[in-house]
């Protein structure tokens, strides 16, 4: 972790990779990290953590299957959201967007159950910036 001021835009340019989520930051035993994403995630749920979402830049959708039913909210840029814990989602973003996650340290990225992951899909529990 740097002692130093981080500029987010600056750590945006150290990766092109799609889904696969920087660490850019430590909170108590939280990560901050980042990640740039395109087309669709994986339907997957994290158990035992609520999971927040801030869009940087473009747009995300997040699919949500709760009560029976499936969902899908729109976050365009600037909007934040957070996913339950127990609650299968998939994040996609047709355009592509500039996300900032924020869940405990050591949270894989398709979390503890998830449909087939596609080879373009990190599964990681976050790779320092
Ligand atoms: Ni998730």
Redesign the pocket.
Same mark, same amino acid.
């Given at each position: 972790m740097s002692a130093q001021p981080i500029d987010i835009d600056t750590a945006y340019a150290t990766f092109d990779a799609i889904w696969s989520p920087r660490i850019l930051a430590n909170v108590n035993d939280y990560d901050v990290r980042i990640a740039k994403v395109k087309g669709e995630h994986v339907w #997957?749920v #994290?158990e035992d953590t609520d999971?927040f979402f801030l869009v940087l830049d473009g747009e995300l959708a997040i699919g949500l299957r709760e009560d029976g039913g499936e969902r899908v909210v729109t976050l365009p840029r600037g909007s934040v959201f957070v996913?339950p814990r127990g609650v299968f #989602?998939k994040?996609s973003s047709d355009g592509g967007a500039r996300i900032l996650l924020f869940e405990p340290s050591g949270t894989l990225?398709v979390?503890d159950r998830h449909e087939e992951v596609p080879a373009y899909v990190d599964v990681t529990v976050g790779h320092r910036v």
């Open positions: #997957h #994290h999971e996913v #989602h994040p990225s979390g």
